[in-house]
């Protein structure tokens, strides 16, 4: 394990995802940005709003990852749970930040809508905001979790607005091939080769298309010299059973 990397975990918040009505799109674009920001996703958990386990998993991952980045449950309804088990996680009281709720009390609004707006401007006490480029209310974070919507035109505003802002480690480049092989194949070579280059993260993911099998191989590591070795061995270990290397890429 490279100890200059630097980690994250993802907790994806709500019975709705858990459930199969909403489809989370979130992850796929926390991980893509925080990558080439030299952030490495290493974990993601969907949990459901029950204070318990969100109290556990937020305990859990701060502790083993560098940063814990949330989504969902920070909205104005009574399931909307995370502010208060961030709360309860770090022993904190929750309280309401005046410059949110400055912010909500712009939009006039009956009693009932205002009382139930005002839950979004509850934070832990201590934290800090995230902004909200969009204009609504922000996230906020506490030590290292931050915590944003899961809406995601919001989410990916919050985590936009935190560029710049977090440590980084190197980051993690790729190589790819594919060829028309069966993963069966060539799986002692590719054996031998991960143990050649424990530092490259080397994966086989078969297909089927044009009525034939294949197999693509990527190669994921921070340094480019060992990677393109690995993709050299990886390369040679498909001629060598018979087929092409085609469709090489460098990411």
Wanted: with cysteine; proline share 6%.
């Amino acid at each position: 394990m490279d100890s200059s990397a630097v980690t994250a975990c993802v907790l994806i918040i709500g019975n709705e995802i858990l459930s199969g009505r909403t489809q989370d799109t979130n992850l796929q674009h926390i991980a893509l940005t925080l990558g080439q920001w030299g952030i490495q996703v290493r974990e993601a958990r969907v949990v459901p709003d029950v204070e318990e386990i969100i109290v556990d998993s937020v305990n859990e991952a701060r502790n083993g990852f560098d940063y814990v980045f949330t989504t969902g449950g920070i909205g104005p309804t009574h399931d909307d749970i995370t502010a208060e088990c961030i709360a309860k996680a770090f022993a904190v009281p929750l309280v309401t930040h005046p410059e949110i709720a400055r912010m909500l009390e712009t939009r006039p609004a009956p009693p009932d809508v205002m009382a139930a707006r005002m839950r979004m401007a509850r934070v832990p006490e201590g934290a800090s905001l995230v902004d909200n480029t969009t204009g609504g209310p922000p996230g906020f974070r506490i030590e290292n979790v931050y915590v944003m919507a899961g809406i995601p035109g919001v989410m990916k505003a919050m985590l936009g607005s935190l560029e710049g802002k977090l440590k980084s480690g190197p980051v993690v480049r790729s190589r790819s091939v594919t060829a028309f092989l069966g993963e069966s194949t060539i799986a002692q070579a590719l054996a031998e080769i991960q143990e050649k280059f424990p530092d490259v993260d080397l994966g086989s993911y078969p297909f089927f298309r044009q009525e034939r099998y294949g197999t693509s191989l990527v190669m994921r590591g921070t340094d480019e010299a060992t990677l393109d070795a690995t993709l050299d061995a990886v390369k040679s270990a498909i001629i060598a059973a018979g087929e092409t290397p085609q469709d090489v890429q460098h990411g």
